[in-house]
Each structure stands twice: as C-alpha cells, then as structure tokens.
C-alpha cells in the first residue's frame, strides 16, 4: 500500500485484538513441490478454495474480479495459490521479474499477509506477487521506525501462469518457514489476510480486494486486527 497508509498503522503501537472471524483450511502435503503457476495439477485439483469478489470494505462487488484462494501446508514450506478472474492486466513492463520490486502494489497483484505468531499482532509478513512474476516481500512490525523491512528477503518461490482465453492469471507461492522462524503442525492456526489490487490509474480509480473486510475507516490493507484464521488440518 501507499506509505500514507503505512503510517496511519504505524501511528498505533498497541495491538487491536483481533475482530474477523473468517477462515481458510490449509491441508498438509507430504511431498514438496517447486512452484511452476500450474493450478490444474492434482495437488490443488482437489484443494477447497475460498472466494472473495468485494471490495477492502466489503460495499461493493466485483463479479468479473472473482479471486480464489488456496494453501497447503509441509514441515518446511507453508504454499498459497490464487486464482484471478481478470478484465485486463496492468504491470511493470520491460523490467527484470528476478528483482525484488517496490511498490509492487501500484499494479495488478495478489498479496499475502501472514502472522504467524497471532499474540504479537503488530508483527507480520507480506508477499506480493503480480501477473508476470514480479515481486516483492517484507517483515512488517508497526511498532517500530521503520516499520517495514524492505531489506528482508525471505526466500520465496513463486511462479504465475495467464490464461487468456478464460481471463484467468494464477500465481502460486511456496514460502519456507524457516524465514519467518515459525513452525506448523496439526491444529496450528495462524493469523492472517489476502488481497488484490487490479486497475489503471490513482488508487481511488482501482480495484481492491480483501478476503477479510477491513472497515471504511480503516483506509488500509495494513490492519491486523482484521486478520482472519489460518488452520492448518492434518
């Protein structure tokens, strides 16, 4: 999001407890596998996925915007899949997808926000990714200056695939646990969020999505008193 928005988070140092309710299952996987963005492979065939069509604020529907989400779960990686219904793509041309890219946001992207230590709510990790594999990660912890890490660098895997005949761009992610010091067993349950950015044009003019509504008032993506549920089942 804007650095506007980063500091109206930033300005609060104490934690809101938590608000949403929604979850999303994520299912263990025995064999890890490297991201190759092909979501008609049958370990996500299978996979229940959750969707979400409405805005941050959850007033206003995009039908033609429809997101799916999806996540699996190894000793050593925690996986997440997108499934994007989209009008026209938006992105950074002619630039390096192997560079980490700030401001990523400001075009077309799916975005991960994941805490995996639920009672320090202010800590937490963004993954973004857009439709031709451009990223970026980030350790967020809004009680410090600055709040956001843009040197930390996690690791992740990820790869996209577009679908132009079904206007559909799918990203998969493969993040390791290891990078976030965290641990995942049967019954684990994280704190977490996903959103999309899609559109041309000043922020007001474009698309964004949350899976876990975030108030009007709010104004940001980064709210983590907001963070749905993450259950990690056998």
């Known amino acids: 999001m804007t650095p506007f928005l980063f500091l109206l988070l930033a300005m609060s140092s104490q934690p809101a407890p938590y608000t949403s309710n929604v979850s999303v299952n994520s299912q263990h996987v025995t064999r890890d596998f490297v991201p190759d963005g092909d979501l008609d492979k049958g370990v996500w065939r299978l996979m229940p996925r959750a ?10 529907r995009y039908p033609e915007l429809k997101t799916e989400i ?12 997108f499934w994007c219904s989209y009008r026209e793509i938006n992105v950074y041309k002619a630039e390096d997808p192997a560079k980490e890219r700030w401001e990523l946001w ?5 975005e991960v926000f994941i805490n995996p230590e639920p009672e320090k709510a202010n800590h937490y990790y963004e993954f973004e990714v857009a439709p031709n594999n451009q990223w ?3 350790e967020i912890d809004l009680d ?3 709040f956001n890490d843009a040197g930390w660098n996690s690791g992740f895997e990820h790869a996209v695939r577009v679908d132009e005949k079904r206007h559909l761009w799918m990203c998969e992610m493969r993040i390791p646990l290891s990078a976030m010091k965290a641990h995942i067993g049967p019954g684990t349950q994280w704190r977490g969020n996903f959103y999309r950015a899609e559109g041309i044009g000043p922020e007001e ?5 949350a899976w876990s509504t975030v ?3 709010d104004e940001a993506f980064h709210n983590p008193s907001r963070f ?3 259950r990690f089942v056998p």
Do not use: C, M
Not at 106 to 110: I, K, L, N, Q
Not at 205 to 209: A, C, D, G, I
């Open 51 to 60: 969707a979400f069509d409405h805005n941050y604020t959850g007033k206003k």
């Open 106 to 110: 400001e075009r077309d992207v799916v």
């Open 228 to 230: 749905g549920i993450i």
């Open 144 to 146: 410090k200056k600055p």
């Open 205 to 209: 003019q474009r698309s964004l999505l």
């Open 136 to 138: 970026l990660d980030l």
């Open 215 to 217: 108030p009007a008032r």
């Open 70 to 81: 999806a996540s699996l779960w190894s000793e050593k990686y925690v996986y997440f899949a």
